[in-house]
């Protein structure tokens, strides 16, 4: 599967919207960009996942870019609840494989 | 029902102890797996069943012994562990080992002394 970046840490005022990068330049046209988060010693919870068009639920927003290489989480009121570790993942036929992901901060 | 259901939250034993973690799940999946989870680290994969074979076996030591009784139920059999095998174990399910997402079970969190 192909390999993801995402920067360390972010900081977000709560209230406001929470924009999460993920850079995946070696992705496949087979792999789909699953995001997920993991609030302190819970199990990671399922937030989104797209293929190449843009897709919404009632928990975020997922960009993707038109040439796929990267992709943007949107959380658009972030919540104190919201602070957490959110994983970018690409996953083709295989395994969910976690990476270091973002530590995103929600500050009041 | 949609949830993985893991027992029990929290588990201290003895180097020489015998346990088991269960992991449950009813949303007819046929793919489970365990995830081992350190302080500050990413969930890394240990084992995977599809349609109650084991398919996948990260190089996991034989302390660690899995189980899938039927397609609902998940067993992990731990025996002689060490502390450094002191982690959140974390189970999860999807629909088939290929092509779905996965929901995840909350963990056992697991203290070897």
């Known amino acids: 599967d192909a390999k993801t970046t995402q920067p360390t840490s972010m900081d977000c005022a709560e209230g406001r919207a929470a924009n999460l990068p993920c850079n995946h330049s070696?992705?496949?046209?087979?792999?789909?960009v699953y995001w997920y988060r993991q609030i302190h010693s819970q199990g990671p919870q399922y937030i989104i996942h797209?293929?190449?068009n843009n897709e919404t639920n009632e928990m975020a927003s997922l960009i993707i870019t038109e040439d796929r290489k990267s992709s943007t989480l949107i959380l658009p009121h972030a919540t104190l609840r919201d602070t957490a570790v959110y994983y970018c993942?690409?996953?083709?036929?295989?395994?969910?494989?976690f990476g270091k992901g973002t530590m995103l901060l929600v500050s009041p | 029902d949609t949830e993985v259901t893991q027992t029990p939250k929290h588990l201290v034993m003895g180097m020489t102890n015998k346990k088991s973690l269960k992991c449950e799940q009813h949303?007819?999946?046929?793919?489970m797996y365990w995830y081992k989870q350190k302080a500050k680290k990413p969930p890394e994969l240990m084992f995977v069943?599809?349609?109650?074979?084991?398919?996948i076996n990260e190089s996991v030591p034989s302390r660690f012994s899995p189980e899938c009784p039927n397609s609902s139920l998940l067993n992990l059999h731990l025996h002689a562990l060490q502390p450094e095998d002191s982690a959140l174990y974390l189970c999860?399910?999807?629909?088939?080992?290929?092509?779905?997402?996965?929901?995840f079970g909350s963990g056992t969190r697991l203290t070897v002394v």
């Open positions: 949303m007819g999946h046929r793919a």
């Open positions: 070696t992705i496949s046209g087979n792999e789909y």
């Open positions: 993942i690409v996953k083709g036929y295989s395994t969910l494989t």
């Open positions: 797209g293929l190449k």
């Open positions: 999860a399910s999807s629909q088939d080992a290929v092509n779905y997402g996965y929901t």
């Open positions: 069943y599809s349609y109650e074979k084991l398919s």
